[in-house]
């Protein structure tokens, strides 16, 4: 069983564009959760999807950030307009109920040059 | 937002030695994790606690539910070089409506010398 699989590994984005981070969950996971990481930092929560719907966004910036969890494919984290300060590791978890023990994938590490 | 005080911030040991790290909150939890994050990868959970005074073990490492439900600590027996990265804790906040979301300290970083 395939583990949480997020691609690309690594992102380097000119400022101003857009990036889009790829996440597939674990194989009979329907619950998906995006957190963000800043340099020596814990990670945040952003956002928490369920197949179509996305049941909890208080983490994530109101402006230029979004998220879906579409019926079919991998869920998708989308950063219009990118930032320097949207430079960070970005982790997608996913759990079979919308239960605390996810399993986090390998991240992307997003660099806004 | 809510904070996770972690502490140390690292931690320089030398192979064979014991390891003991703390996370602590003014907020009640009512779940604490440990998880192992090694270069260029995501979090891998170690233990997971959901009673206040639970201790429970993974080989050697153990962990501990404080009783005021307000810390938690990890301890690493006999250290060896693989023991080598970032420990976090993650907690969940009591409360109804989010049992999903995760609340994560700044970690400690082991470094384990041969």
């Known amino acids: 069983n395939a583990g949480v699989m997020q691609n690309p590994r690594h992102l380097v984005r000119r400022r101003g564009q857009e990036a889009r981070l790829r996440c597939s969950p674990m194989k009979g996971h329907s619950h998906v959760y995006w957190y963000r990481q800043l340099p020596e930092e814990g990670l945040k929560f952003m956002v928490y999807l369920q197949k179509e719907n996305i049941i909890d966004e208080s983490g994530m910036p109101k402006e230029r950030f979004s998220a879906e969890f579409p019926k079919e494919g991998p869920s998708i984290l989308r950063i219009q307009q990118v930032v320097r300060g949207d430079s960070a590791a970005y982790f997608c978890?996913?759990?079979?109920?919308?239960?605390?023990?996810?399993?986090f994938g390998q991240g992307t590490r997003l660099t806004v040059v | 937002g809510q904070q996770l005080n972690q502490s140390p911030q690292s931690m320089f040991i030398q192979e064979g030695e014991d390891v003991s790290m703390n996370c602590t909150s003014s907020s009640i939890f009512n779940t604490w994790l440990w998880y192992k994050q090694e270069p260029g990868e995501g979090p891998v959970l170690l233990i997971a606690?959901?009673?206040?005074?639970e201790l429970t073990s993974n080989g050697r490492l153990t962990a501990q539910f404080g009783i005021t439900r307000k810390d938690s600590f990890l301890n690493i027996s006999a250290s060896i070089p693989s023991d080598v990265g970032i420990y976090f804790c993650a907690g969940q906040l009591e409360g109804g409506g989010s049992n999903y979301k995760l609340t994560f300290g700044k970690g400690t970083l082991l470094t384990v010398n041969p």
């Open positions: 606690l959901y009673k206040a005074g």
């Open positions: 978890a996913s759990s079979p109920l919308p239960i605390r023990e996810a399993f």
